[in-house]
């Protein structure tokens, strides 16, 4: 039995979409303490851009498949597998695997104690959104100072991460400020729950956020651009408040760090860098944070977005739409 698979970056230049291949592989060998998955949805991030790319940190052996979100039910449990039975509905993310990367594939192996098991009431294409929001809660209650966040401002509130954000902020009680391109996603990003929307091409964005907080400012700013405008959001933060950087796709800023930062010693305001790697040796604080999230979406409290959907076999299509830009919310494959 064999099963389809993208197995990516195998001839044309890694840094273009013609560099997934969609391609017919064995069926993963199934060890005494693994389970086998027969997907039902992929989830494409970031991530999976950067392994395309080569460029990954944490990047796996080529050829590598690039996906790293799978949701689906069980087809086989190990010999020595206890708790897990056929027919079972779980996640996957490669957070919670040896290396990154392997998990757009029709059928996927993995160690049985890496999945979760979803409720039924959980659908598979939203559960494999569930890894921004599983980003986004380490970023809002673990990034900040020892006063507790009542305010945020998220750059790029549209994004995948970003309505995670808006909706987790929202949830933790959080006046969300969100910051946007186009009117379209002005109008997304206020259904997601932003209290207040600023268009960062037009208007002045820290002007703007100490407009909408009464002169306070607010106790986050979460960014994944950096760039030139990184320095500018200290004049956008309360009393204690924190910048989080979660990615620099803009570049890093050239100005000194610590003239910046005593330019605002009335406010003691803080810079803390983020990436989700800081679990990748804390399985019980990534998981926990994985069982909030799932708990939180079968209960209804947050509304993952799907942008679009693509059948497997559509890897470069989807894989271009995430190059774009373009997207609201997140891009989800099916099997084919």
Not at 96 to 110: I, T
Not at 157 to 176: C, E, F, I, N, R
Not at 203 to 228: F, I, K, M, Q, Y
Not at 275 to 293: E, L, P, Q, T
């Amino acid at each position: 039995m064999r099963s389809r698979s993208d197995e990516g970056c195998t001839g044309a230049s890694p840094w273009r979409s013609e560099a997934l291949d969609y391609v017919e592989v064995p069926m993963p060998a199934l060890g005494e303490r693994d389970v086998l998955i027969r997907a039902q949805a992929f989830g494409v991030g970031q991530p999976d851009k950067l392994i395309r790319s080569g460029v990954y940190k944490w990047m796996p052996p080529l050829p590598a498949n690039p996906g790293n979100d799978v949701a689906g039910i069980l087809e086989a449990v190990g010999a020595q597998v206890s708790g897990l039975a056929v027919g079972q509905r779980v996640l996957l993310s490669a957070r919670d695997l040896a290396q990154r990367g392997g998990c757009y594939a029709e059928y996927v192996a993995a160690p049985a104690d890496a999945v979760h098991v979803l409720p039924e009431n959980v659908a598979f294409e939203e559960a494999v959104c569930l890894p921004n929001y599983q980003v986004a809660w380490a970023l809002l209650h673990n990034c900040g100072s020892a006063t507790p966040p009542h305010s945020a401002l998220v750059i790029g509130a549209a994004g995948g991460v970003g309505t995670s954000l808006v909706q987790l902020a929202k949830l933790a009680g959080m006046k969300v400020i969100g910051t946007v391109s186009t009117p379209e996603k002005a109008t997304f990003a206020r259904k997601m729950g932003a209290d207040e929307i600023i268009h960062y091409r037009d208007e002045d964005v820290v002007a703007r956020t100490r407009a909408l907080t009464g002169g306070r400012g607010v106790s986050l700013v979460l960014d994944h651009v950096c760039g030139p405008e990184f320095y500018s959001y200290l004049g956008a933060l309360d009393k204690w408040g924190t910048i989080v950087s979660y990615n620099a796709f803009a570049g890093l800023p050239t100005e000194n760090l610590m003239g910046e930062m005593r330019k605002y010693l009335d406010i003691c305001p803080a810079i803390r860098c983020f990436s989700f790697h800081i679990y990748d040796n804390d399985r019980a604080g990534r998981r926990d944070i994985m069982r909030k999230v799932i708990g939180y979406l079968a209960d209804g409290a947050i509304c993952p977005s799907i942008f679009k959907r693509l059948k497997l076999s559509e890897v470069r299509a989807a894989h271009e739409l995430l190059d774009s830009g373009a997207a609201f919310g997140k891009i989800v494959m099916t099997p084919d």
